[in-house]
């Protein structure tokens, strides 16, 4: 089974600064990737998919990047409404997980 | 509009059986797999397994397989999640969410969860 390690655990960040939040895979998935959003008591919500595509209605700021085992999700200028849990996702074959989640935190 | 509405919470007992569900609305359910996702409290995502309407291919998650049982009803557009005997370790949020379609890797839409609580 593949592993999926985000980092850091918890990113502590101001409105307006950049994020940057790392999803490391065990071996490679080629561009396999997505990632989710997760307010408290929200359902997740899809962001990117593919590594790089961003989903209907994600806004611009949100851009992914990588493949093979490094990838990242970059948030370009933190809005109040984008402190939640972000997880990544992976496909290979018919053999799926998630990574463990970043807390972005005010 | 697209929705998938899942039943309502569940209180049970450990050894007992369940089934919750997941209806779709609003696109064309048989073109499209559908997976569950179990959130433990306080936890993060699980992926349990998915299932494909049209014909009722179905995948599980290693960790899962055995533990529970995926199945749909297509004439009615359900999705179910099934428990023979729930253990206390059930405990959780589970989610049913719609796989984006062709090659690719996404959940693009949501139900809004299912609670489930096994205690004695």
């Known amino acids: 089974e593949i592993v999926l390690t985000q980092s850091p655990a918890t990113l502590s960040l101001s409105p307006g600064e950049r994020a940057t939040l790392s999803c490391r895979a065990s071996q490679s998935i080629r561009n396999s990737l997505a990632w989710y959003q997760q307010k408290p008591g929200q359902t997740p919500r899809l962001l990117i998919y593919d590594a790089s595509n961003r989903a209907t209605g994600i806004p611009a700021r949100f851009s992914g990047s990588g493949s093979g085992t490094d990838f990242t999700l970059t948030i370009s200028s933190l809005e109040p409404e984008d402190f939640a849990v972000y997880y990544c996702?992976?496909?290979?074959?018919?053999?799926?997980?998630f990574g463990q989640g970043t807390k972005l935190e005010i | 509009e697209v929705q998938l509405v899942q039943s309502g919470p569940e209180v049970k007992k450990p050894g007992e059986s369940l089934r919750i569900s997941c209806k779709g609305s609003?696109?064309?359910?048989?073109?499209?797999?559908i997976a569950w996702v179990r959130q433990m409290p306080g936890k993060g995502l699980e992926w349990m397994g998915f299932?494909?309407?049209?014909?009722?291919?179905?995948k599980y998650s290693p960790s899962f397989q055995g533990q529970v049982s995926i199945s749909i009803d297509k004439s009615i557009n359900t999705a179910y999640l099934q428990w023979s005997s729930l253990k206390a370790s059930d405990t959780a949020m589970y989610y049913c969410a719609r796989h984006v379609v062709g090659p690719t890797i996404g959940l693009d839409y949501w139900g809004q969860g299912t609670l489930v609580i096994a205690s004695s």
């Open positions: 299932i494909y309407a049209r014909d009722s291919d179905t």
């Open positions: 996702h992976q496909r290979t074959n018919w053999l799926y997980t």
């Open positions: 609003g696109y064309n359910f048989n073109n499209y797999w």
